[in-house]
């Protein structure tokens, strides 16, 4: 069962419970005549993915819908998993999407503010030194239903903890030994209020601040605090928050400093695909694609490279909203915005996949004629083009059978077909190879079928797409399918692994697919409607003289039945 959060049929102005609390914050005037800041803080631990465009996408539309301002904030205390490739990946792809931000920060930035913040909270008796270990802390936590026990560390004085805690700082101690706590309440029925961890010793170098500090903040005690100092008014965040934000509010209380609210919506999920950087960095270290940009990824420089259009995303995730409650959507609805989006813009061209040689015998040997054809029969404003004819061309394996079953109205012999914009041609007799294989297939044409027009009214049942033998370039094509075969990729027997469920199949080459020559000019991240087969984009593996493709999606659109079949 899918079930999808739309909660408006209108795609411009889905209703969004985001944007009502924003309106009614401005209505209250509940932060005076400030601003409306917003910021995306992503922590720079992978690249970016689909579900971080919603993110992006409220975090930056909702502010500017209220004339508002968005940060684009690193999240970067974890130096262990953090890397400058993906600070500059994120960059990137968030400006790909269609934004912009006001200032680029980094919590880092903040470390010197939130030292401070820190041993005031300690001369406020807020705050206490623990020399337990990890795993004792986990055990004095409690459990839901049991309250947890005070630390033998809780209770020292304001002196010592204020000692010890500089001396963490100046790099006395080793890591894992000693860890810095709020003093809340080990009895708290949230767990994150039992005296939640402010910093932890870690003697590791920091993609920003090098090794000027080996103390480094836990997120719940860096994350609101940054909010802040940037006086962000709405620091939105997906659900899984939701537990947090006593202690969000808690640190930003204590300290008395500007009053940033968290607000936590749904998560982006989408069927047969797994939203998760970690898990996705395990995809690309154990080489199970080719990379975080593979275009089988649900990562943004991914699906980008696939040949999906910023335009769709954004229109796309509008149309999802945000709840309160999380949900699947189905990936058909991504791909049906997509579609359409590549429907109205993307220019068409003729491409044979699996090319199949047919010879027209009564074509006069040597002569080549051009044909006009739209560029995009949506868009009249795309003109047309000349496509070369001849007397060999090529057609799909498909669009043939030398023995057609029921139905089959596409090439078989004596039977008549339209090639687009072209000719009637017939099939008269076949070449076959030692194996018995059709090699070749000899036709007849009509010269007044001209332009593909009936010269008598007579009707064909089938038109294919072509591509003249003499003129055409050959092309590599990539052919992707799902990457996982099952719509919840994790849902896996007890002791599977979710990579149990990797689709086998997901991608296949196709190394000499025959392409009309006016694609010869086409440059990298264009993109195409190949007749009757899909949309394409031109993969920046190209190289001159030697053009790869990759499959955006193929034409059928499962997700305008499912709509069409709910709506009847
Ligand atoms: P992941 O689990 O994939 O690593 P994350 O939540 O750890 O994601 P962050 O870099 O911390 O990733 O996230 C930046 C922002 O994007 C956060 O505000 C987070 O709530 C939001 N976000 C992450 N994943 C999704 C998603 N699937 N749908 C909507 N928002 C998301
Ligand atoms: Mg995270």
């Not at 694609?289 to 910023?310: A, E, K, N, Q, Y």
């Not at 409607?529 to 193929?554: H, I, M, W």
Request: a negative charge; hydrophobic letters at 35%.
């Amino acid at each position: 069962m899918t079930t999808s959060s739309t909660e408006s049929p209108d795609a411009r102005t889905p209703s969004n419970f985001l944007r009502d609390l924003i309106a009614e914050d401005v209505r209250t005037k509940k932060y005076g005549n400030a601003v409306i800041q917003t910021r995306f803080p992503p922590e720079p631990n992978g690249y970016l993915h689909i579900g971080h465009a919603k993110a992006i996408f409220l975090d930056f539309g909702l502010a500017d819908e209220f004339g508002g301002k968005t940060n684009l904030r690193f999240d970067d205390t974890n130096p262990e998993k953090e890397e400058t490739e993906y600070v500059e990946s994120i960059q990137k792809d968030v400006r790909w999407l269609g934004f912009d931000w006001e200032k680029l920060c980094y919590a880092s930035d903040y470390f010197g503010q939130l030292y401070e913040w820190a041993l005031q909270l300690i001369k406020a008796g807020k705050a206490y030194v623990d020399d337990l270990a990890a795993e004792e802390i986990r055990q004095y936590r409690g459990t839901l239903t049991e309250p947890g026990k005070d630390s033998p560390y809780r209770n020292r004085s304001v002196e010592e903890n204020f000692d010890l805690f500089v001396r963490m700082k100046n790099g006395e101690f080793p890591d894992g030994s000693r860890v810095l706590r709020a003093k809340i309440d080990m009895a708290s029925p949230n767990l994150n209020m039992r005296d939640p961890v402010m910093y932890r010793i870690l003697h590791a170098s920091h993609h920003r601040t090098g090794d000027a500090w080996c103390i480094y903040p836990m997120y719940d005690y860096a994350h609101g605090q940054s909010d802040s100092i940037e006086n962000v008014t709405h620091s939105m965040c997906t659900l899984e928050f939701a537990d947090h934000q006593p202690i969000y509010r808690w640190y930003i209380e204590q300290l008395g400093i500007f009053p940033s609210q968290q607000i936590e919506f749904d998560r982006l999920n989408l069927t047969y695909t797994l939203l998760s950087k970690r898990r996705l960095l395990q995809l690309v270290q154990e080489g199970h694609v080719r990379g975080w940009d593979d275009p089988r990824m649900p990562t943004l420089s991914g699906i980008r490279r696939r040949g999906f259009t910023p335009e769709a995303i954004r229109a796309f995730i509008a149309s999802v909203g945000a709840t309160r409650t999380n949900g699947i959507i189905d990936i058909e609805m991504l791909e049906h915005f997509q579609r359409d989006d590549l429907n109205r813009r993307a220019a068409r061209a003729m491409a044979v996949l699996r090319p199949l040689k047919v010879v027209i015998d009564n074509y006069p040997e040597g002569k080549e004629e051009f044909v006009e054809v739209a560029n995009n029969p949506e868009d009249p404003e795309a003109g047309t083009r000349q496509v070369p004819f001849s007397r060999e061309i090529y057609i799909e394996q498909d669009d043939f059978r030398e023995v057609p079953p029921p139905k089959y109205y596409r090439l078989s012999p004596g039977k008549e077909v339209r090639l687009r914009n072209a000719y009637f041609i017939t099939a008269q007799s076949m070449v076959k190879d030692a194996a018995g294989s059709v090699i070749e297939v000899h036709c007849t044409y009509d010269p007044a079928s001209h332009g593909g027009n009936s010269p008598d009214g007579r009707k064909v049942k089938s038109t294919m797409h072509w591509v003249s033998a003499t003129h055409a370039i050959s092309a590599e094509i990539r052919l992707y399918d799902k990457l996982f075969v099952m719509p919840d990729p994790s849902d896996v027997p007890e002791g599977g692994s979710y990579l149990d469920n990797l689709n086998p199949n997901s991608i296949e080459i196709v190394t000499d697919a025959k392409l009309e020559p006016s694609l010869a000019n086409a440059k990298i991240e264009d993109r195409f409607q190949f007749e009757r087969v899909g949309y394409f984009c031109v993969d920046p593996d190209s190289a001159p003289g030697k053009l790869v493709f990759n499959r955006t999606l193929p034409l059928k659109d499962t997700w305008a039945k499912i709509e069409k079949k709910a709506a009847s």
